[in-house]
């Protein structure tokens, strides 16, 4: 059994302040596995300490404390998470408190690292390098897909993310399409009949779109965000929103037609996010920069 705690850090520094970190027993990160994921390992002598190291690094998400020694970690460290009796993995507790489900695809990994929701099949695609030319980091999709598992990916307000470039102009050329049936879905394409990308929510038959401003370049990466707040859609390109609008909210059921791509998909995608609310100009334009 998996136990959930809070902690209250009171740091002993000059800076002071609380933190709160959400502590997870009985797991570890597998170490042999994480020389990509380890920000630094160092002795201490306070555990507060540690904990204040992590709070001043912001790529640091995961503290392990183990044998006098303090490791921090980014947020790709749940990868290589494993079960390990007695062992305490602390987190901060601000990072992914909205995000429900993240793929962050890395060094060959597909797994969804919230809440277990991992791609139930695969097709035509393979690893190939991210943004970064980080190997079998990124997902190159040839009239392929990966479908997500079935489950209830809209109650209300949110915000759905994704890294893509194009390795083929095609028209309807799906990027993401989440589909109770035929009358109702939330898709977003990379080209559409204005020659540009867009994202539409279809209701009992009747879409509204949103089209980007921007047209689209092939071998490009594009950071591509969709928010709801209400009625209001909003898409945004690479943390500059691009056009909103009165728009039908998603019906809150499960669903199990929703996939990455589809097949007229000649794309990479990589970084796949989504939130249970919709962030703000702010909050997106930091998740774009946040590399």
Known sequence: MNFFFFISIFELFPFGGLEIFNAEKNFDFNIQNTENYIISTTPYQLRTQCFSKCKQNKKCIFVTIQNSSCSLFSKLAPLNKVSSPNNVIYKKKQYFENI???????????????????????????????????????????????????RVYFQGDFTFMIWAKQTELIYESVLFNCTVDNNERVLISFLGGADRAYYAIINNGNPVFFGLVTRLSVDVWYHFTISLKGNTASIYLNGNLEKQGWSYVPASVSRSACYIGGLNTRATVDDIKMFNKALTNEEIDSEYRDQ
């Open 100 to 150: 429900v489900y993240y793929w962050p695809i890395d060094n060959s990994y597909l797994t969804e690292i919230i809440s277990g929701a991992n791609f139930i099949s695969k097709i035509n695609c393979q690893l190939t390098t991210n943004r970064f030319n980080t190997p079998n980091s990124a997902v190159i999709l040839t009239d392929g897909s990966l479908q997500l598992p079935s």
